[in-house]
C-alpha cells in the first residue's frame, strides 16, 4: 500500500516535470532564430543583471556544470549576443555582458512568447497563478538548498 504523502509527491513532481516538459516544447517553436531556451535564458539574467558576470557565476546561477555554461556562451558570442573580455585584474577569469544585438535578440524572444504566455494566464487566471507562485518558490528554494 502506498503512503499518500508519498503518492503527493509522486503526483506533484510528474506534474511539475510534465509541465516543464511541455512548456520547453512550446517555447523552443516560438523563440526565434534558432535560439535555444539556455540562450534566452542567460540572455535575459544578462539584461537583468546589474554588470558583468563571469562564466562560472553565470554557471552556479543555473545550476549547469561550466562546460555546460561554456558552450552556451560561445555560441551566444558566435551569435553577437554577448561580449566575453577578459578580467583586467585576474587574467585567468573572464566576463560576460549582453551586446546590444543581445538585447534586442533578448526582445524579440519576448515579443514571440507573449502571446502564449498571455493565453495561459488568461486561460488559467491571476489569481490562481499568484495562488501558486508561493508553494512553487518554496519548493525551489528548498531543492537549491539541498
Known amino acids: 500500500m502506498t503512503d499518500p504523502a508519498h503518492a503527493l509527491a509522486i503526483s506533484l513532481f510528474s506534474e511539475l516535470l510534465t509541465a516543464d516538459q511541455l512548456l520547453r516544447n512550446r517555447l523552443t ?3 526565434p532564430d534558432r535560439m535555444e531556451i539556455s540562450h534566452f535564458s542567460v540572455l535575459n ?7 558583468e558576470r563571469t562564466p562560472a557565476q553565470l554557471a552556479r546561477s543555473f545550476h549547469v556544470t561550466r562546460g555546460a555554461m561554456t558552450n552556451t556562451l560561445a555560441k551566444l558570442e558566435f551569435a553577437g549576443y554577448v561580449h566575453i573580455r577578459p578580467d583586467w585584474d585576474d587574467a585567468r577569469r573572464k566576463l560576460v555582458s549582453i551586446s546590444p544585438a543581445g ?3 533578448r526582445e524579440a524572444a519576448l515579443a514571440a512568447m507573449a502571446p502564449l504566455v ?6 488559467i487566471g491571476p489569481d490562481r497563478v499568484r495562488a501558486a507562485l508561493p ?12
Open 45 to 51: 539574467h544578462l539584461a537583468r543583471a546589474s554588470g
Open 29 to 31: 517553436r516560438v523563440l
Open 118 to 123: 498571455s493565453a495561459m494566464m488568461t486561460e
Open 135 to 146: 508553494v512553487l518558490r518554496e519548493l525551489r528554494l528548498k531543492l537549491e538548498a539541498d
Open 103 to 105: 538585447r534586442r535578440a
